[in-house]
């Protein structure tokens, strides 16, 4: 049995994942189910009517004193599914042809891990995770993932005991770490694509800012990363450094054109943007730094 989970809140775009995902689990020889954990308190109940019976609807009750969290989500939609694999993609996500059976193929053949290709709906990798599959390529590992677009087989979850749940963001990359560290293989899955719509450029920045707070409080967590936090993660460490050093601009005030270095090195993938928006993620990691 495949489980196909999905968590969501207030995405009416959830809708056109589950339509995609029905012609897909009709062509695989495995049974199959889809379960959604929905936080939306019945705001998307006429998704839910439009697809029950074939897919599993789950309200999710948050625990007391706490917002929505996608960690208690993902916990309960893999501890209701039924499936010995377990499948993770967003609501929005639009999977390409074939996406399901890819992904989860490597599974069938000794693999107990992976993790597909998500673009943007406007093409190109999405800006968080996909360049990693990219670079990885068919044969590869990576030594992180998102949930977005991953397969495991269930006793992968149960050996690191699911997902940390103190996490607000960046429980997936915790999650996927944890894996790494109990011997478990990422394999990478380029040819297993979803597009997902990341929104507007404000979304992009906000994005920007909760996932720097969430890889600070990743590094805190684990320790034992910090010695290749530079050649592994260097953003994490260059920006919020050149975010300190503004007042050098009183002494030296071609400071920012530092800046250019890596506008440069993403001179073909919208500069500014890119720029700013690790910009914005360095003044997540110093927020959560200042916080704690």
Not at 119 to 127: F, I, K, Q, V
Request: proline share 5%; aromatic share 10%.
């Amino acid at each position: 049995m495949i489980s196909i989970v999905i968590v969501s809140k207030d995405e009416p775009a959830l809708g056109a994942t589950l339509a995609a995902l029905t012609s897909q689990v009709a062509t695989l020889d495995e049974p199959c189910e889809v379960v959604v954990v929905d936080a939306s308190d019945g705001r998307l109940d006429f998704i839910r009517r439009e697809h029950e019976p074939a897919v599993r609807w789950l309200s999710f009750d948050r625990p007391p004193g706490l917002g929505v969290s996608i960690a208690h989500q993902r916990n309960l939609g893999v501890r209701a599914a039924t499936g010995e694999v377990i499948v993770f993609t967003d609501a929005g996500c639009l999977p390409a042809d074939g996406w399901l059976d890819r992904l989860t193929a490597p599974l069938r053949h000794g693999e107990r891990v992976t993790a597909g290709l998500t673009l943007a709906a406007s093409g190109g990798s999405d800006p968080y995770d996909g360049s990693r599959v990219s670079r990885a390529g068919a044969g590869g590992y990576l030594n992180e993932c998102a949930t977005i677009n991953m397969a495991f087989r269930r006793e992968a979850f149960d050996a690191v005991g699911g997902f940390d749940e103190n996490f607000a963001y960046g429980s997936d990359v915790d999650f996927s770490w944890r894996l790494v560290d109990a011997g478990y293989r990422i394999k990478a899955v380029p040819g297993a694509v979803t597009r997902h719509d990341w929104g507007t450029w404000r979304r992009h920045l906000r994005r920007s800012y909760v996932y720097g707070r969430a890889r600070a409080r990743l590094y805190r967590k684990h320790r034992s990363r910090w010695r290749r936090i530079l050649s592994d993660d260097p953003i994490v460490v260059l920006y919020p450094a050149f975010l300190l050093g503004l007042p050098l601009m009183l002494v030296f005030p071609l400071y920012p054109a530092l800046l250019l270095i890596p506008a440069w090195r993403n001179r073909s993938r919208r500069p500014v943007k890119v720029v700013l928006e690790h910009l914005v993620y360095g003044t997540g990691v110093l927020t959560e730094l200042m916080l704690r």
